[in-house]
């Protein structure tokens, strides 16, 4: 298996997007192997190691910016300017080699880039993040229309093991009755569809070029972390930047 998945989406050619699993790297359980997080209690030198890796493999320009992801609705934008405060769960650019990067293990993460290559953005969309706007305020740092942009929904959770309450149903419904799609009941609690949850809102702000949806992070043991299943476990990471052709 390799270490890197790369989105089957019709990105131009200068943008470059991938995302990692768990495949390839220097950590030990139970953060086998290619951790990339450093607050999972993994040994920082191994998380260095990887991530000195990942700069290889994936022939990145820069190393990213490291977010402090806090299951919120911040999203900062990427310049030349160095930023004091990453505490955010989205990162956007248009500059050329400024690599959007956040991490996961179970919660979504989405990329976007528009069509014409002049921007890019990468966001972490837990089920609360994903409810209270992160997704819409990525969005909205973008210049060109919706319809000018296309995302891409990496491995998360999948919808036949996302177990969560009735009060996560009814903070989706209380957006919109649509959105009651997203979730089976199962005994007094639901499974919910984070993949149909995001389709939805990005359809709702206009977006009709959306890819991906087909993992299963708790399934696929081998491939990718998991929160829900392992509990202390690494972190994966969903990346995109604009080469520089």
């Known amino acids: 298996m390799n270490s890197l998945i790369f989105p089957d989406w019709p990105q131009p050619a200068n943008i470059i997007s991938c995302s990692t699993t768990r495949l390839g790297g220097v950590s030990l359980p139970p953060f086998d192997s290619l951790n990339l997080g450093g607050h999972v209690g993994d ?12 700069l290889e493999i994936a022939n990145l320009p820069q190393p990213p910016l490291w977010l402090e992801q806090v299951h919120g609705t911040k999203v900062l934008n990427l310049t030349d300017e160095i930023i004091i405060n990453n505490q955010a769960d ?6 050329v080699g400024q690599v959007c990067a956040i991490m996961t293990a179970d919660c979504l993460p989405v990329l976007f880039c528009s069509k014409d290559g002049s921007e890019v953005a990468a966001a972490h969309a837990g089920w609360r993040g994903l409810c209270e706007g992160i997704l819409e305020n990525t969005l909205a740092k973008f210049s060109d229309p919706t ?34 799609g997203g979730f089976t009941a199962y005994g007094d609690k639901f499974l919910a569809d984070i993949y149909f949850l995001a389709r939805k809102k990005l359809q709702r702000m206009g977006l009709t070029s959306i890819y991906g949806g087909s ?14 299943r392992e509990g ?11 080469n520089d052709l």
């Not at 202390?232 to 604009?242: D, F, H, Q």
């Open 43 to 54: 040994d920082p030198m191994l998380v260095s190691k990887n991530r000195q890796h990942l």
């Open 90 to 95: 989205a990162v956007y650019s248009n500059q």
């Open 147 to 180: 319809n000018e942009i296309m995302a891409w929904l990496g491995p998360a959770i999948g919808p036949e093991k996302f177990e969560v309450g009735a009060e996560v149903r009814e903070a989706f419904i209380n957006q919109s009755n649509e959105l009651a």
């Open 215 to 228: 993992f299963c992070t708790v399934t696929d043991k081998n491939r990718f972390f998991s929160y829900r």
């Open 232 to 242: 202390k476990t690494g972190r994966m990471a969903s990346l995109i930047w604009i």
